[in-house]
């Protein structure tokens, strides 16, 4: 199957990082992980994900758009639902899909986002619950 950018709605190339199968857009250079794969991302050797960094940049290009944090255009490249919503993950914000748990990295996200995992040691999906309770507990 086929996944589209929930940016850009471009076809998504696979990308391997060691034993992870990724999906990022040779467009806008966004990353597409499945739940889960940003913690095992979060395991891997820096040099596997620096790998991963210079691809995401060198598709995009030195020409392509800022790395700024756009709209999402579509519905979740995995599951299909509308239930992507932007969520913040330490210092940047994400696109989290809260139905099959998938996020979406716009460029230049990918290290703040392992360093938010490794640091607080939880997945995407706790820190997501965590925010979304203090949110809660503040309204
Ligand atoms: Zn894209
Ligand atoms: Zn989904």
Redesign the pocket.
């Known amino acids: 199957m086929l996944l589209c950018c929930l940016k850009c709605t471009s076809v998504l190339d696979k990308a391997r990082v060691d034993d992870v199968e990724v999906d990022h857009c040779p467009a806008c250079g966004g990353l597409w992980l499945d739940h889960g794969e940003i913690e095992r991302l979060s395991r891997k050797m820096a040099s596997e994900v620096d790998r991963l960094r210079r691809l995401l940049q060198g598709k995009a290009g030195a020409s392509g758009p800022p790395a700024v944090p756009s709209e999402v255009q579509g519905s979740?490249?995995?599951?299909?639902?509308q239930?992507?919503k932007e969520v913040a993950l330490g210092n940047i914000h994400i696109d989290f899909?809260t139905?099959?748990?998938?996020l979406f990295l716009d460029r230049g996200e990918i290290d703040a986002a392992i360093s938010t995992v490794k640091d607080t040691k939880m997945t995407v999906a706790q820190i997501v619950a965590a925010a979304a309770s203090a949110a809660d507990a503040a309204a």
Request: aromatic share 0%.
């Open positions: 979740c490249p995995a599951c299909q639902s239930s992507v899909c139905r099959c748990k998938g």
